[in-house]
């Protein structure tokens, strides 16, 4: 879970140090970001609040205490990692596609851990465990309306550029979290 997470954090900072945005309630956060002028990880906390009720009641005691976790350690890491990565000029395309590799990479520990990073990553998990639908898919769906305010916030090019990153986060869940694939304990 750790490395799931120190992942996940990585492409959340590479994506936010290039002035881009995600789906999902980490691209809700960071749209209040600029929004409202408070810290990415007080906003991303407060937002997944409402989601652990669903966890709870969907997903259990287990998966829920780990999500909270997870969703703590990737906001302090967030909060913190200016201070031990410098990350000046980075390259909005090249951002996007790694920041999305290196999230794609940290939900997909998370997940195979009975873990996630909260909000819309439960919502697709218990869709793809109740109804089947595959988790990369409809969180691209998700991520796709939350990406469209993007081009009200930071401008058309950085909202496409945003896209990619999303595209790639998501493609990197649904080539790889199948049913029946590893799952740890």
Known sequence: MASGTLLAALGVTLLGNAGLVTGGLVGAAFLLRHWTGFGF?????????PFYVLAWRKKG?????????????????????????????????????????????????????NASLGGVNI?????????????????LGLDACILLTAFFVVGPTRATISLLGAATLNVTLALNHRPGRYMAV
Do not use: C
């Open 41 to 49: 990880g007080p906003l991303f906390v407060a937002l997944n609040l």
């Open 123 to 139: 919502l697709v998990l218990w869709l793809q465990e109740r109804f089947g639908w595959p988790a990369g898919w409809v969180q």
């Open 61 to 113: 005691a287990a998966f829920t205490l780990k999500t909270f976790t997870a969703v703590g350690v990737l906001s302090l890491l967030t909060e913190m990692m200016p201070r031990w990565l410098h990350l000046d000029g980075v390259e909005p395309v090249y951002a996007a596609v790694a920041g999305g590799v290196l999230a794609g990479v940290g939900l997909l520990i998370l997940f195979r851990h």
